[in-house]
């Protein structure tokens, strides 16, 4: 059981919007950033999101996240086939001194 | 081009030492910007941080496997390892090294070393 909450499968058709969630408590998001990774098939994980609401460089505005109390949100825009793969959240988490990852949501491109 | 790349046995023995190398090339892991990672990920499960390494020498643990994991840095072949002991079978998982600027920010990847637990 994963200390952050996200929902195990998410989808859309291309060019749709879709929002994944991750909702936590007090000791983590509710005091501490959030990143997000994208893991596509067979591949090691892709940084996204971090700080909250920052892209690194060269990533398409089409994704964004978001913070609010214990709870983010990563949008993902203009949907498309290549966007397919597993999404985490990650946040440290001040109780635990370490760490903790959202149990993934697995995005899927109908 | 930062890359990174994972090496070692595929295959470890329960109770037994699982050690990993990491060999980094575009980048000096002696650069005081960056910490090296080692995260691991069970096959069909999520992603868990085992701990990092910056070029100063301090190192940062998951509470979790704090009292099992180092992970140690050779700068004169710009590697850093890990040393995870007494493992059993829930240690079987892909391995993943990588650069982080901040806590959390992962920004370069190796492409993951499948360890399996078994005798």
């Known amino acids: 059981q994963s200390v952050l909450t996200q929902p195990p499968s998410a989808s859309g058709t291309p060019g749709q919007r879709v929002t994944i969630s991750c909702s936590g408590g007090?000791?983590?998001?509710?005091?501490?950033?959030v990143h997000w990774y994208q893991q596509l098939p067979g591949k090691a994980p892709k940084l996204l999101i971090f700080?909250?609401?920052q892209r690194p460089s060269g990533l398409p505005d089409r994704f964004s996240g978001s913070k609010s109390g214990t709870a983010a949100s990563l949008a993902i825009s203009g949907l498309r086939s290549a966007d397919e793969g597993d999404y985490y959240c990650?946040?440290?988490?001040?109780?635990?001194?370490?760490?903790?990852f959202g149990g993934g949501t697995k995005l899927t491109v109908l | 081009q930062v890359q990174l790349q994972e090496s070692g046995p595929g295959l470890v023995k329960p109770s037994q030492t699982l050690s990993l190398t990491c060999t980094v090339s575009?980048?000096?892991?002696?650069?005081?910007?960056?910490?090296w990672n080692w995260i691991r990920q069970p096959a069909g499960k999520g992603l868990e941080w085992i701990g990092r390494?910056?070029?100063?020498?301090?190192?940062n643990y998951n509470p979790s496997l704090k009292s099992r994991v180092t992970i140690s840095g050779d700068t004169s072949k710009n590697q850093f390892s890990l040393n995870l002991r007494s493992v059993t079978a829930a240690d079987t998982a892909v391995y993943y090294c990588?650069?982080?600027?901040?806590?959390?920010?992962?920004?370069?990847w190796g492409q993951g070393t499948l360890v399996t637990v078994s005798s």
């Open positions: 007090s000791s983590n998001i509710g005091s501490n950033y």
């Open positions: 990650v946040v440290w988490d001040d109780s635990l001194f370490g760490p903790v």
């Open positions: 575009g980048d000096s892991i002696s650069s005081d910007t960056y910490y």
């Open positions: 700080r909250n609401n």
């Open positions: 990588a650069r982080g600027l901040r806590l959390l920010e992962w920004d370069y």
């Open positions: 390494i910056h070029s100063s020498g301090s190192t």
